[in-house]
């Protein structure tokens, strides 16, 4: 996959998952959801791809996914049936920090 | 972006409310998108907005980042004359503003002027928008604020997306809020907090309640009558709502859970009364500035409790403090060279973090190599990271060389047990360059002399530090989000000398 930079919105080939970048590492990355390299928001996805089933236990919206490394990090902004993944290792969901509401 | 997750994850919740009309998160969206397209189609450069609270804010703030367009939000207790010279530095620009105002304002050729009942009633009745097309530059200009200018010409602080989805991504979790929970908002569009709770509102999923014009008995009538769950006040507004319940022992508001405050120094009297009245409540100090997308520091409740319940006249101190940096943040008190100085002692809050703006239109960054933007708030952190705040670096008193901090000789004066108010300023001295002269506001029926409060200050404090002119006043002028115009006092007490 092309260099990406953090904002970027990205869609999955196969089912509704729409992400937004929030980090990066430097150089190529490759995230797949649902066993399909991810696609720009106003791509066409590639014709004939489906859903992996070792890759469809789904995205959950409003969590952010990130990798081992912990240098790749995706907002879910439309959750749909794939799981991400990144160099063929599946993404986590970042533990949420729970703050008391200051405004 | 946060809008459109808040719609599919709960679109039929109700998002904003403004006495008995409201917008569910659907509908919020729908609206926003209709009214980007309008702003779009304007051909104008900014999207701003001179009015109170009303649904249209919401509308008008998430349509113009969808269109991609800066929001300014404009002081509406501005003169003509200042609001023309805030309009010139945005144009060309739509306006919204309600009718009235409308009527009265001459505005320079390039402003658009669209009456905001009819913008509402535009976008309310669009049909749905027609792709989720909205601009994701993490680069481009989400807000522009226009700082008060208590000490000069207002500077338009640039908040890029990046930075609020930053501090939003940082504190809020995505559709935390419970079906019940209702944020009351009371402080204006036109102030970073009105506009920041308007975000984590929407993105917590928490339904916002608006007041357009603060006083304390409609917020206590509102809050009770809405059940609302989570509100912010300054601490003038705090302080307004203590006194209209005088008498009581419980402020009665069972469902207000979390209370959160800042935007000024909350005098310990206030917080201490406040923590009495509403025991059920979790309260929070958050300080931050426009220039920093918002709150920095918290004091959390575990902080409040922990405090007002100690011995420790240290750990008690802190109930003063603004708490402790967020995690995504970091603080350091820096010397006039730019070196970070140890525990305890006071100097320039310096912050650093992915929110942190540091950044003014026309002026550019403010922010040093490193990264660390210099506030111009001066303070010191105690040993435990517990930030105290001493006013601007730009009101200390420089009395034959020595520099005087005005906030710690206020929080002596507020120590006394006569005092309802007080600010200290410097004025000119011919024999020492500026010396110390104090503002008092005298508690309704209590009584102190000049000689008195003078003592008072000598006995906890070097004698440098004595006021030698105290004017007693029936109140300080604060602006309306809680600034104590300091100009104003010291121009009153120099006056009087």
């Known amino acids: 996959m092309a260099q990406l930079k953090p904002g970027s919105r990205l869609k999955s080939a196969v089912c509704d998952t729409e992400v937004m970048l929030i980090a990066a590492p430097g150089g190529d990355v490759d995230v797949t959801c649902g066993g399909a390299a991810l696609v720009g928001i106003a791509d066409e996805p590639p014709a004939g791809a489906t859903l992996a089933s070792d890759a469809a236990d789904g995205t959950q919206l409003g969590k952010r996914y990130i990798n081992e490394a912990g240098d790749l990090e995706l907002l879910v902004t439309k959750p749909g049936k794939g799981s991400l993944a990144s160099d063929g290792t599946p993404l986590t969901v970042k533990g949420a920090k729970p703050l008391p509401a200051s405004d | 972006m946060l809008l459109e997750m808040a719609a599919q994850g709960f679109g039929s919740r109700v998002a904003i409310q403004n006495g008995g009309d409201c917008l569910s998160y659907d509908e919020l969206y729908r609206a926003a998108g209709a009214a980007a397209r309008e702003f779009r189609d304007s051909k104008a450069d900014h999207v701003s907005l001179l009015d109170v609270s009303s649904l249209a804010v919401p509308v008008a703030l998430f349509a113009s980042a969808w269109a991609g367009l800066p929001f300014v939000p404009l002081n509406y207790r501005l003169s003509g004359p200042e609001l023309a010279a805030l309009m010139a530095r945005i144009n060309p620009a739509l306006l919204l503003t309600d009718d009235e105002r409308a009527s009265n304002l001459r505005t320079p050729a390039g ?166 009245l509403f025991p059920e409540a979790n309260f929070t100090n958050a300080y931050g500035l426009t220039e920093t997308s918002s709150t920095i520091t918290i004091l959390d409740p575990d902080d409040h409790r922990t405090a007002a319940n100690s011995e420790d006249d240290a750990v008690r101190r802190r109930l003063v403090s603004v708490g402790r940096a967020l995690p995504s943040i970091e603080i350091e008190i820096h010397d006039e060279a730019g070196l970070p100085v140890a525990a ?103 009584q102190a002399s000049d000689e008195e409060l003078k003592d008072w200050v000598k006995r906890h404090l070097r004698s440098s530090r004595v006021p030698q002119q105290i004017g007693f006043r029936d109140q300080l002028p604060y602006n309306e989000t809680g600034k104590l115009l300091r100009r104003r006092v010291r121009e009153d007490l120099a006056g009087e000398a």
Request: charged share 25%.
């Open chain 2, 344 to 446: 305890g002692e006071r100097g320039e809050i310096c912050v650093r973090g992915e929110q942190v703006s540091g950044e003014y239109l026309g002026t550019g960054s403010l922010l040093n190599e490193a990264g660390w933007f210099p506030t111009r708030d001066a303070g010191h952190l105690d040993a435990e990271g517990y930030l105290f705040l001493e006013g601007r670096i730009d009101d200390v008193i420089v009395r034959g060389g020595e520099n005087l901090s005005p906030g710690e000789i206020e929080d002596v004066l507020l120590e006394h047990e006569a005092v309802a108010d007080a600010a200290v300023v410097g004025i000119p001295d011919e024999r020492w360059g500026e010396g110390v002269a104090a503002a008092v506001v005298l508690k309704t029926g209590c």
């Open chain 2, 111 to 276: 402003i658009q002027v669209r009456g905001r009942d009819s913008f509402l009633e535009a976008a309310r009745s669009a049909t749905s928008p027609e792709s989720n097309d909205w601009e994701t530059d993490p680069d481009a200009i989400a807000i522009l604020l226009f700082t008060s200018g208590t000490t000069g010409i207002p500077k338009a602080a640039v908040l890029r997306h990046k930075h609020l989805v930053s501090y939003i991504l940082g504190s809020v979790e995505f559709g935390a809020a419970g079906e019940d929970d209702a944020a009351l908002v009371c402080v204006p569009p036109y102030h970073v907090a009105g506009m920041a709770a308007l975000l984590s509102s929407v993105y917590a999923g928490r339904r916002v309640v608006q007041l357009a014009n603060f006083d304390a008995q409609s917020w206590l009538d509102l809050a009770r009558k809405e059940r609302v769950t989570n509100a912010f006040v300054v601490p003038t507004m705090l302080a307004q709502i203590i006194d209209a319940l005088e008498g009581q022992t419980r402020a009665d508001l069972p469902h207000l859970r979390s209370l959160s405050y800042g935007g000024g120094k909350m005098p310990l009297s206030v917080i201490e009364k406040a923590m009495a």
